[in-house]
């Protein structure tokens, strides 16, 4: 659908896109073509699409002959795309809220033998975090394709040592590698939201089981929200809150670490060294 059907369809329907579910149809085609090819995707390739609104990106995902499951919370748009993809013998329309799923076991659902999805999204802004984390968890998703907030990709790709660089940032980059890909103006949806976009890559990385390991990621996201509690603090200022202080003193001359330092300061793996030395205990 270009501008013209978009708003054609919104007019008969009397839609109204809900800022809620972050509804800012992608309408630029060759920005479409962009992700879908950022995707790399190959024939009877199963793919994951959170969100298709009005079949954006949908449209061009299925020319490559792939098998593709989409997730759409709303009725109205579910009604839509329903209609619009009646032919399609490969795709799996699911009127679900991907934040309340397990997706891995929604596709399941729909073929028990997928062991390798990649995700290919317009994600809303308001929860892309909580999304981000979804993809984190997923046993499938090796790989994603995401158009974010520009503000939310500097965070997620943000170098230790910069502003952008926080608590999020340093969980997100233990479990997965992020590039930033290409900007995207507001011009190019409607409606227009308020902030520029930025399409990102998200590929899973193979991780030293020895360190740490997915299951241990309640108690790494307690141990860096603490750390970076207060970011004009050292992070022996922030630690001792809940753990000894002279214990933190000794594994940071241990590390050959300034006792001044601060949380910003150290990349993930060194903070999750840390924790385990400190044997962090969050309950």
Excluded: C
Aim: a positive charge; charged letters at 25%; proline letters at 2%.
């Amino acid at each position: 659908m270009g501008l013209r059907e978009i708003n054609k369809f919104l007019e008969d329907k009397k839609f109204i896109p809900s800022k809620k579910m972050g509804q800012n149809f992608l309408v630029n085609e060759k920005i479409k073509k962009m992700i879908v090819s950022a995707a790399k995707i190959n024939k009877n390739d199963w793919v994951l699409e959170i969100g298709p609104g009005t079949g954006a990106i949908t449209s061009i995902l299925l020319t490559y002959k792939i098998k593709l499951v989409a997730f759409e919370l709303d009725k109205r748009l579910f009604s839509l795309l329903e209609k619009k993809y009646s032919s399609y013998n490969n795709f799996f329309l699911v009127n679900v809220d991907a934040l309340k799923i397990n997706w891995d076991d929604q596709i399941h659902i729909i073929n028990s033998k997928v062991d390798n999805i990649t995700l290919v999204a317009n994600l809303p802004y308001s929860i892309s975090s909580l999304l981000v984390f979804k993809i984190l968890n997923s046993k499938i998703i090796n790989k994603a394709i995401i158009m974010v907030q520009k503000e939310m990709a500097d965070r997620l790709a943000a170098k230790v040592n910069t502003k952008d660089y926080n608590a999020f940032s340093a969980l997100i980059q233990l479990f997965l590698d992020i590039k930033k890909l290409f900007l995207v103006d507001s011009k190019n949806f409607s409606p227009p939201p308020k902030v520029k976009s930025t399409v990102i890559e998200i590929t899973k990385k193979t991780l030293d089981n020895s360190l740490y390991t997915i299951k241990e990621i309640d108690r790494i996201n307690a141990f860096f929200k603490l750390s970076f509690l207060n970011r004009r603090k050292t992070l022996i200022n922030n630690l001792a809150k809940t753990i000894n202080k002279k214990l933190i003193i000794d594994k940071l001359k241990e590390n050959n670490l300034d006792l001044n330092t601060r949380a910003e300061q150290l990349n993930p793996i060194t903070l999750v060294k840390l924790m385990k030395e400190l044997n962090f205990n969050y309950d």
